[in-house]
Every structure is written in C-alpha cells, then in structure tokens.
C-alpha cells in the first residue's frame, strides 16, 4: 500500500459522514502504518469550518484525532514544488486551488500520493499519483 497525504474531503467523510469505503479504507490504511499523514492546510480547511458552524463537539473529535497522526507543515521544498505546479498549470491554461496546490507539494516534497475525492481538483498536477477512498 502506498503512503497518502490525506485530503480535506477523505478526513472528513471518515470522521464526520458515513461512507462504508472510506472508513473501510482508512482503517486498513492505518492498521498497516498506525498513522495518516495531514497536511497543515487541511487543518486548517476542517478546523475553520467547524468554527464557522460552531461545530464544537466534531472541533474536539478533530483535534483529537491529528494528535495521533503526522501533520505535514509548507516547507521551502514543498513551497517551490506548489510554485512549479502553480506555474506550469498557469502555462497550459488550467487552474487549481491555493491550498490543493499546497497540498500537491507537501506530498510530492514527502513522495507520497494524495488521496481525495476531488480527483479534478489535482489531476492536473504532472507527477502527482492520486487514490480515491471513496472507490
């Protein structure tokens, strides 16, 4: 099985909402390597909508959560590879959003795949490997 960096929309279809596969997955994923890797964008992404919606009790659960896991932090490395992306995305006239882009580079800086639901969101990214949870 290869490492992930998991996406906004997977940690929250496992945590928050009932999607058998995902959380069948994921269970599998952390049985073989006891942590997930998260990136400090999508703290930031779940963390700011639940105090958006005044979500305490799921804050909680989330923050209780990455303690076990490995975040991820926007490194010099990662930073240059989300510029690469940014750019090369720009030259062949598609888009991405900023923290996807982020999140492309934190996992390309680290080799590991991303895995979202939001295949459209990254499939644009050259040397980016995608795995969908949901599938």
């Known amino acids: 099985m290869m490492k992930v960096l998991v996406d906004t929309d997977i940690l929250t279809y496992y945590l928050f909402k009932d999607y058998p596969q995902v959380k069948q997955n994921f269970e599998h994923y952390l049985s073989e390597f006891s942590f997930v890797y998260i990136g400090r964008p ?9 105090l958006t919606k005044k979500a305490y009790k799921q804050l909680t659960i989330f923050q209780e959560f990455i303690q076990k896991q490995t975040i991820l932090e926007i490194t010099e490395l990662s930073a240059h590879i989300s510029a690469k992306n940014y750019a090369y995305l720009v030259s062949v006239g598609k888009h991405s959003g900023t923290n996807d882009l982020y999140l492309a580079g934190i ?29």
């Not at 999508?42 to 639940?50: A, N, Q």
């Not at 996992?107 to 599938?135: F, G, H, M, R």
């Open 42 to 50: 999508t703290v930031f992404e779940i963390e700011s909508g639940l």
């Open 107 to 135: 996992a390309q800086s680290n080799e590991l795949a991303i895995c979202t639901n939001n295949e459209k969101d990254y499939e644009n990214i050259p040397n980016l490997t995608i795995i969908n949870w949901t599938k």
